[in-house]
T-cell receptor, first 115, second 114 residues
Framework: AQSVTQLGSHVSVSEGALVLLRCNYS??????LFWYVQYPNQGLQLLLK??????LVKGINGFEAEFKKSETSFHLTKPSAHMSDAAEYFC?????????????FGQGTRLTINP | DAGVIQSPRHEVTEMGQEVTLRCKPI?????LFWYRQTMMRGLELLIY????????DSGMPEDRFSAKMPNASFSTLKIQPSEPRDSAVYFC????????????FGQGTRLTVV
């Protein structure tokens, strides 16, 4: 069985500050890990994914995430927040080679950017 | 490609009425998913299809919910009769291939049952 836990349902940072959104996973088999972003009144959009290549993964809009097996974590970071980053972010996990039908999503973290 | 297209974007209906949500997946994608998003339960997978065949409907909450995929370019999710607790945002998503885990989401249908 797999699961993800996103620490903090709401995160607020100032414009220009570091963004750190936390995700810990539980998986009985080596996983694939994902971050999706949902802008208001929109569907989910893939930000980045880890599929067992480099442990530091770069995504769109300046985001990156690092897979740490020892900590079972896949935290999302961005060095400098922009107002347009305000959205809800979802971490997701799936077993390798088993397709999107096995995706399990976290509860989401709402990111607010203060001017 | 225009992406996954859902209609309508918003639906308001009275309790007891039938509601039909529609989805057009990305051309060439062989997997189609229906999700429901609520504040309380987050994002839940309701059902998914592979090559138009329903594979797993264990997430469908009750018999009032049904989904069909008559061809590769169209799927429906029907609720009959609708209840206020069905109010949520319903997403359709599609993906290609068994091992490619990237799912592409539509913009969702916000359903309000009054």
């Amino acid at each position: 069985a797999q699961s993800v836990t996103q620490l903090g349902s709401h995160v607020s940072v100032s414009e220009g500050a570091l963004v750190l959104l936390r995700c810990n996973y539980s998986s009985s088999v080596p996983p694939y890990l994902f971050w999706y972003v949902q802008y208001p009144n929109q569907g989910l959009q893939l930000l980045l994914k880890y599929t067992s290549a480099a442990t530091l993964v770069k995504g769109i809009n300046g985001f990156e995430a690092e897979f740490k097996k020892s900590e079972t974590s896949f935290h999302l970071t961005k060095p400098s927040a922009h107002m347009s980053d305000a959205a809800e972010y979802f971490c997701a996990v799936s077993p390798r080679f088993q397709g999107a039908q096995k995706l399990v999503f976290g509860q989401g973290t709402r990111l607010t950017i203060n001017p | 490609d225009a992406g996954v297209i859902q209609s309508p974007r918003h639906e308001v209906t009275e309790m007891g009425q039938e509601v039909t949500l529609r989805c057009k997946p990305i051309s060439g994608h062989d997997y189609l998913f229906w999700y429901r998003q609520t504040m309380m339960r987050g994002l839940e997978l309701l059902i998914y299809f592979n090559n138009n065949v329903p594979i797993d409907d264990s997430g469908m909450p009750e018999d009032r919910f049904s989904a069909k995929m008559p061809n590769a370019s169209f799927s429906t999710l029907k609720i009959q009769p609708s209840e206020p607790r069905d109010s949520a945002v319903y997403f359709c998503a599609s993906s290609r291939g068994q091992v490619n885990t990237e799912a592409f989401f539509g913009q969702g249908t916000r359903l309000t049952v009054v």
